[in-house]
C-alpha cells in the first residue's frame, strides 16, 4: 500500500518478518526503551503475531520504497466497531532510518488506510510526554491533543501517564456498514 509520491509504502507483517524485525528490534531498543517493547526474539515474535488472529488488531511494517528496507513498525489496535468506528495506534521507528520522515510519511499512508480502507472514523495515539519524537510525529499529522490519561498503559515495570491524540475521518467520510443508522 501507498501512494507514487510517497518514499515508502505500507505492507502487512506476517510471519516471514520474523528476522527482520527482530534484528530492527535488536538494533533499536536504545532508541525504543522506555517507550516500548517489542518483541526481540523468534519465541517472542511468534507470540506476539497472535495479537493479529482476531482481526482487531492490524499490524504494518513501512519499507523505504528505493530499498525495501523496514524503516518502521505501525499498528492498528483494538478495532471497535458500531457507534464507535474507531481505534488507536502504536508505531515505533527503527533506529537504522530513524530521522529521516518515514515514519511521519508511513503514519499518513495508515491514517489513509483507516479512513478510507477501513473506514474508521476515529484513531488515537497515547503517547508519553517525554517522547518528543512520537509527539512531533502526531502534531505533524495534524492530531488532536486531548488531554492526559492517568496511570494509562503497563510500560517499563510501571503504570504511566500519557497523553491521548485523537484524529478523526476528513468529511465527507463513508462510513462503514456496522454503524448503526440511528
Known amino acids: 500500500m501507498g501512494n507514487a509520491l510517497s518514499r515508502v509504502e505500507l505492507h502487512p507483517l506476517t510471519l516471514s518478518d520474523e528476522a527482520e524485525f527482530c534484528a530492527l528490534v535488536r538494533a533499536s531498543a536504545e532508541l525504543h526503551l522506555p517507550w516500548m517493547r517489542l518483541p526481540a526474539t523468534a519465541e517472542a515474535f511468534q507470540t506476539w503475531m497472535h495479537r493479529f488472529d482476531a482481526g482487531t488488531n492490524l499490524g504494518y511494517l513501512i519499507r523505504v520504497r528505493e530499498t525495501g528496507e523496514a524503516a518502521g513498525t505501525v499498528n492498528i ?5 458500531g457507534r464507535y ?5 502504536g508505531y515505533a521507528a ?3 532510518s530513524a530521522g529521516r520522515g518515514y515514519m511521519t510519511e508511513g503514519l499518513a499512508l495508515v491514517i489513509q488506510h483507516a479512513f478510507t480502507g477501513l473506514r474508521l472514523h476515529r484513531l488515537e495515539a497515547s503517547i508519553r510526554s517525554a517522547n518528543t519524537a512520537s509527539l512531533a510525529v502526531v502534531q505533524r499529522l495534524g492530531f488532536t491533543y486531548e488531554g492526559v490519561s492517568p496511570a494509562y498503559l503497563y510500560i517499563d515495570g510501571a503504570w504511566r501517564d500519557h497523553e491521548r491524540w485523537a484524529l478523526t475521518a476528513p468529511t465527507p467520510w463513508t462510513p462503514d456498514p456496522s454503524l448503526p443508522a440511528v
Open 77 to 81: 489496535n483494538s478495532v471497535i466497531r
Open 85 to 89: 468506528q474507531g481505534a488507536s495506534l
Open 94 to 96: 527503527f533506529a537504522p
